[in-house]
């Protein structure tokens, strides 16, 4: 007998389901944030984490009906945000030029401490100061708790360029950091 996942929201997404947008706009407010921060982490730019948010719930939504609980709600809808982000990338023509503007949209987490809001922004610039594989597989790695397979299969890469992408991105983010320790 296949086992099902127990979701702690089974009753809002059963009402999703059945058109009530009452609960689909609590699944969005549930969801939304750590979505966001999810899609932003891969997209680097503010603007584009909110449409890529946008598609994935319209698409979540679509596919509801699909969701076979074979696990937790969040993760399948964190597959959906993931695929989003990746293909709004791979449509992007300029991202380059993009990124030299994805700083003024971090926003930095509150900390009564300013040296480690100093030090949290010191990474968020680093990291997406890195090249978009790089980045990608660093954050569903390090971020998103997906294995080197996992990544293999979500970016269509051998398990080997996973693992290479994510060594030479972990030496290349030091690098950056140690640059702005030393001239910043």
Request: net charge negative; proline share 1%; charged share 30%.
């Amino acid at each position: 007998m296949e086992e099902q996942t127990v979701n702690i929201h089974d009753d809002i997404i059963n009402r999703c389901i059945e058109g009530d947008e009452v609960a689909q706009f609590e699944l969005y407010r549930l969801y939304s944030k750590a979505m966001y921060n999810t899609a932003l982490r891969i997209c680097g730019a503010s603007s584009d984490a909110e449409d890529v948010l946008q598609e994935a719930f319209v698409s979540a939504f679509d596919r509801l009906h699909t969701y076979r609980r074979e696990a937790a709600f969040g993760a399948w809808l964190k597959r959906i945000v993931i695929n989003k982000a990746l293909n709004h990338l791979r449509t992007q023509q300029k991202y380059a030029m993009m990124m030299e503007d994805t700083h003024e949209h971090l926003e930095v987490a509150e900390s009564t401490d300013e040296l480690t809001e100093l030090q949290v922004q010191h990474v968020k610039d680093a990291l997406f100061q890195l090249p978009v594989g790089f980045r990608t597989v660093l954050s569903l790695y390090l971020l998103e708790g997906y294995d080197h397979r996992e990544i293999s299969e979500i970016l269509g890469i051998a398990e080997s360029t996973s693992k290479t992408q994510y060594k030479r991105a972990k030496e290349r983010l030091k690098d950056v950091l140690r640059s702005k320790l030393n001239y910043g």
